[in-house]
C-alpha cells in the first residue's frame, strides 16, 4: 500500500474503488499504480526488489516524522505515507528526491520505476501492452505497430524547405 | 609490480589488446588487423544480429541488453554496452565541429588542443570516416516533421536551421525512431556493417561479455589485461575470469570506463597522469521540451501532414533532422556558443525529466506532469550542446566494471561527480532562453527545461576523462594518444577528445582514432609486430 501511494504521488490516477487509499484520486484517469508500478518493481530484472520492504518502512517512518513537524494527525488505519493528503506525500517526495536528501538514490529508483511503469510498461512486452490498452502508453498516444509488431511511418517529411542554411555550411552539411 | 610473461600456460598471447568495441576500439582493431597484427578485441556488453534488436520496452530486451545508464554524483551517463558500443544506440548526427572549437582555452589559459590539432587538420580524417560509415547529407525531403517544425520554428525566429549529415540510409529507415534499441533494419550505418565485419574479415577476434577490469605490466615490457566474463542476462553475475597479455593496449571503453580502469590498474602499473579522470566534460549537454500549440503551428508556420493534423508526430522519425548553428559563432565569448538541435527521446529517458509548472515552481511529476503526458504527441524536444568547463571528476573505482550494476541490465551508480561552474550554468542559461525565443514566440509552443534535480546533470556523450594535450598536467595521452609515462597504452576512444565540441561528438572521436592509428602501427612495429599502415577504407 505504501509504495502504491509513492507511485501514485508520482503519475497520480483516479481511485480504482470508492475506499482506495493508496490512491489519492489526485488525477482522471488511470496512473503508475494500475500502469503496472508494483510489478515492475518487483520485477527481477529492476534490481530494487530486495529493497522494497525497507524503502516502505522508511517512507512510513519519514512520514511520521512529516506529519508530527507540519501538526497533521495520521489516522492509524493505514500505513503513515498513505495517511497523509496527497499534497503532503507531494511535498515529501519533493523532498526525498531532492539534490540534498542522503537517502535520494534510493528514491530517485523509486520514482524511475515508477515512471517506467506508466510511460513504458516496462514490465510488459510493448506490443502486448498496446493490445490490452495499457493506461500510461494510451494516455500518451503511443502508437500502435505494423501487424509484425514493428514500427514503420510512411509519412514522415513536410518535403519542403522550411529555413534558410547557414552561410557558412560547407558542402559535407557541417559548418566550416 | 610486474607479473612475468609466460607465468602461466592459461595466459594468452595477441599482439595488440583492445578495449571496447565502439568507434574508437572498432577503428583502431580494423586497421590494425588489416595491416597484419593479431588484434584481440574485448567487449563487455553481448553481441546483437540486426534481427535481434527489437521494437520493445521490456526489461531484458535488447532495449536494456545493449545499453547502459549509469547515475553518478551530479552526471548521468547513457551509453551503450554492446559489440558496436555507442554506435549501436547513438542518433547518428555527424555533423564536423566547427573551427573555433580548436581554439577553445577552457580554464586552463592555454589552448586544450595539441598544436597539431585543428580543423583543417582533422578534415582529412573525417573525409575518411564519412566514406567508410558512410555520413550522409539530410535533405528536407528527409527532414522529419520534427526537424521541419523545428526549422520553420528557427526560421519565422529569425534564424538559420540546417538538416544535419547523418550515418543513416534513408532508403532503409522507416522512421520507427528506436534507434537506442538498436536498429533492425541495417538502415543506421553503426560500426557493425562496417569497420567490424573488416575487422573480423582480417582475423581480429571479437570476445563479447569480457568486461576488462585492470591493466597489469608483464616483464618483457608488454601489458597483462585482467577480464571478468559477464553474465549474458544478469550483467551483476560473473562467470569466471582471465587474462591476455598483448604488446600494445588500445583502450576505448569510452569516457565514463576508461579512466575507471586506469584508476584501478595504477597500482601495478604506476602512477597515472594527473588528468586520469578529471577534466570530465558532459559536452555542455541540455535539454527542452516545448510542447506545440497545433492550431498555432498551422497558422504561424503553415505546417500540415496527410493525415490533416500540424504536427502530433513526435513518435515519428529518426532522432535529430535539424539544427540550428547561429551561436556557433568564434567571435561570441567562450562559454556562450552553443548548437541546437531537434531531437527525440523514447518514453522513459524521454519523459521523466521533462517539467510542468507546478504551485511550488516547476516539477517533474504529480498530476500537472500528467496532464503534459497527454499531449506528448505535441512534445519537441531540443538539444543543446554547448561549452561546459571540463569540471567532472572520478573517484575511486568500483570494486569492478565502472558502476555499480543495480539493475540486471542498464542502470548502475557510478563514481562520478560532477558540479557545474558559472561558466557551464550560464552557457545553459543562454540557451534555455534561445529555445524560449524561438519556441514560444507568438504563442507557438510552451517550453521548460528538463530538471537537473533528479539525476544531476545527464549526457549521452562523455568526453576528456582522459584526453590528449600538449601539456603534460592537463592531459593524460600525448597527441599521438599514447598514455604519458605508460608508453604501448594508448586511448582512442571519446575519453582522448579535450573538451566540450557545441556539436555531436562521434564523427571527431571516429576521425581522431583515424588519425591516431599510423603513431599506433609505429608504436606495435617498435615492439616487434609486424604490421604495416595503409589498409583501404572497410
Ligand atoms: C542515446 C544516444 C544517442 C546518441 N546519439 C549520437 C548522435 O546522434 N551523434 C553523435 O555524434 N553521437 C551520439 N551519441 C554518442 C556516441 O554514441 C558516443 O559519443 C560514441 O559512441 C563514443 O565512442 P567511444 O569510442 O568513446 O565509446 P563507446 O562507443 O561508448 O564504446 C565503448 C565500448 O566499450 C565497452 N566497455 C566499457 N567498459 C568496458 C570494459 N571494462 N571492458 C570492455 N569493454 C568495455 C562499452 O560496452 C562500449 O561498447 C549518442 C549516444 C547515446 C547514448
Redesign the pocket.
Known amino acids: 500500500m505504501t509504495l502504491e501511494a509513492f507511485a501514485d504521488t508520482i503519475v497520480p490516477g483516479e481511485k480504482r474503488f470508492p475506499a482506495d487509499r493508496s490512491v489519492a484520486g489526485a488525477a482522471s484517469g488511470g496512473g503508475a499504480v494500475v500502469a503496472g508500478a508494483i510489478e515492475l518493481l518487483e520485477t527481477p530484472a529492476a534490481g530494487v526488489a530486495g529493497g522494497l520492504t525497507d524503502l516502505a518502512r522508511m517512507l512510513n517512518e519519514h512520514a511520521t516524522a512529516y506529519a508530527r513537524e507540519h501538526g497533521r494527525d495520521l489516522d492509524g488505519d493505514v500505513p503513515a505515507f498513505v495517511a497523509l493528503a496527497f499534497d503532503d506525500r507531494s511535498a515529501l517526495v519533493r523532498a526525498l528526491t531532492g539534490p540534498d536528501h542522503p537517502e535520494r538514490d534510493g528514491w530517485v529508483a523509486l520514482a524511475l520505476f515508477s515512471n517506467m511503469a506508466f510511460d513504458t510498461a516496462a514490465h510488459r512486452h510493448t506490443t502486448e501492452a498496446i493490445a490490452e490498452g495499457h493506461v500510461g502508453l494510451a494516455t500518451m498516444g503511443f502508437a500502435a505497430p505494423d501487424p509484425d509488431g514493428l514500427w514503420r511511418f510512411p509519412a514522415y517529411s513536410y518535403g519542403r524547405p522550411l529555413a534558410d542554411l547557414h552561410p557558412d555550411t560547407t558542402a559535407s552539411g557541417s559548418l566550416a | 609490480m610486474t607479473e612475468p610473461a609466460g607465468e602461466s600456460f592459461a595466459v594468452e598471447q595477441t599482439d595488440v589488446l583492445v578495449?571496447?568495441?565502439?568507434?574508437?576500439?572498432a577503428i583502431t582493431a580494423y586497421h590494425l588487423a588489416a595491416g597484419g597484427a593479431r588484434v584481440v578485441v574485448?567487449?563487455?556488453?553481448p553481441w546483437l544480429r540486426s534481427d535481434e534488436f527489437e521494437h520493445d520496452f521490456m526489461l531484458g530486451s535488447s532495449y536494456t541488453r545493449i545499453f547502459?545508464f549509469v547515475v553518478g554524483d551530479g552526471m548521468a551517463l547513457?551509453?551503450?554496452?554492446?559489440v558496436g558500443?555507442?554506435?549501436v544506440?547513438?542518433?547518428?548526427?555527424?555533423p564536423r565541429v566547427p573551427s573555433f572549437v580548436f581554439e577553445r582555452k577552457g580554464s586552463i589559459g592555454r589552448r586544450m588542443w595539441p598544436a597539431t590539432i585543428d580543423r583543417a587538420a582533422l578534415d582529412p580524417w573525417y573525409d575518411r570516416v564519412e566514406q567508410a560509415l558512410p555520413v550522409s547529407r539530410n535533405d528536407w525531403n528527409t527532414v522529419t516533421y520534427a526537424g521541419g517544425l523545428f526549422a520553420a520554428a528557427c526560421a519565422r525566429a529569425g534564424h538559420t536551421a540546417n538538416p544535419v549529415p547523418a550515418a543513416v540510409d534513408n532508403t532503409l529507415c522507416t522512421n520507427c525512431n528506436w534507434m537506442?534499441a538498436g536498429c533492425r533494419f541495417d538502415a543506421k550505418r553503426s560500426l557493425l556493417l562496417n569497420y567490424l565485419p573488416g575487422a573480423i574479415a582480417n582475423g581480429a577476434e571479437i570476445r563479447p561479455l569480457?568486461?576488462?577490469q585492470r591493466i597489469a605490466r608483464t616483464d618483457d615490457g608488454g601489458y597483462r589485461v585482467h577480464y571478468n566474463v559477464i553474465h549474458d542476462d544478469d550483467y551483476r553475475l560473473t562467470n569466471g575470469s582471465g587474462a591476455i597479455d598483448a604488446k600494445i593496449v588500445v583502450l576505448?571503453?569510452?569516457?565514463g570506463?576508461t579512466p575507471v580502469?586506469l584508476q584501478r590498474s595504477e597500482a601495478e602499473l604506476g602512477a597515472m597522469p594527473h588528468a586520469v579522470g578529471r577534466y570530465f566534460s558532459g559536452n555542455g549537454e541540455r535539454l527542452n521540451t516545448a510542447v506545440i500549440d497545433e492550431d498555432k503551428a498551422r497558422d504561424l508556420l503553415g505546417v500540415s501532414r496527410p493525415d490533416g493534423s500540424a504536427f502530433r508526430a513526435n513518435q515519428v522519425g529518426k532522432?535529430?533532422c535539424v539544427a540550428s548553428w547561429d551561436r556557433l559563432d568564434g567571435s561570441l565569448p567562450e562559454y556562450s556558443r552553443f548548437s541546437l538541435e531537434q531531437l527525440y527521446f523514447p518514453p522513459g529517458f524521454g519523459t521523466i525529466l521533462a517539467q510542468v509548472p507546478g504551485p511550488d515552481g516547476p516539477t517533474w511529476f504529480g498530476p500537472e506532469k500528467k496532464e503534459l503526458l497527454r499531449r506528448w504527441q505535441s512534445w519537441l524536444t531540443t538539444f543543446t550542446m554547448s561549452e561546459d568547463d571540463n569540471e567532472g571528476e572520478f573517484g575511486a573505482p568500483p570494486p569492478t566494471?565502472?558502476a555499480f550494476r543495480i539493475s540486471q541490465q542498464m542502470l548502475g551508480r557510478g563514481p562520478i561527480r560532477y558540479r557545474p561552474t558559472e561558466n557551464t550554468l550560464r552557457g545553459w542559461a543562454e540557451s534555455d532562453a534561445q529555445v524560449k525565443e524561438i519556441m514560444e514566440r507568438d504563442g507557438l509552443a510552451t517550453v521548460l527545461p528538463w530538471s537537473n534535480d533528479v539525476v544531476g546533470a545527464y549526457t549521452?556523450?562523455p568526453l576528456a576523462s582522459c584526453r590528449i594535450g600538449d601539456d603534460p598536467a592537463t592531459s593524460a595521452l600525448d597527441d599521438r594518444h599514447e598514455l604519458r609515462g605508460h608508453p604501448g597504452i594508448f586511448v582512442t576512444?571519446?575519453s582522448a577528445v579535450p573538451c566540450a565540441l557545441t556539436v555531436?561528438?562521434?564523427?571527431t572521436?571516429a576521425a581522431l582514432a583515424e588519425r591516431a592509428v599510423p603513431g599506433i602501427v609505429r608504436a606495435a612495429r617498435q615492439r616487434g609486430v609486424a604490421v604495416s599502415y595503409g589498409a583501404s577504407l572497410p
Open positions: 578495449v571496447g568495441s565502439g568507434f574508437g576500439g574485448l567487449e563487455r556488453g547502459d547513457l551509453g551503450g554496452n554492446c558500443g555507442g554506435s544506440v547513438y542518433f547518428a548526427a555527424m537506442m569480457h568486461e576488462v576505448a571503453a569510452g569516457a570506463a580502469i532522432g535529430p566494471g565502472n549521452v556523450h576512444d571519446g555531436n561528438p562521434a564523427l572521436i
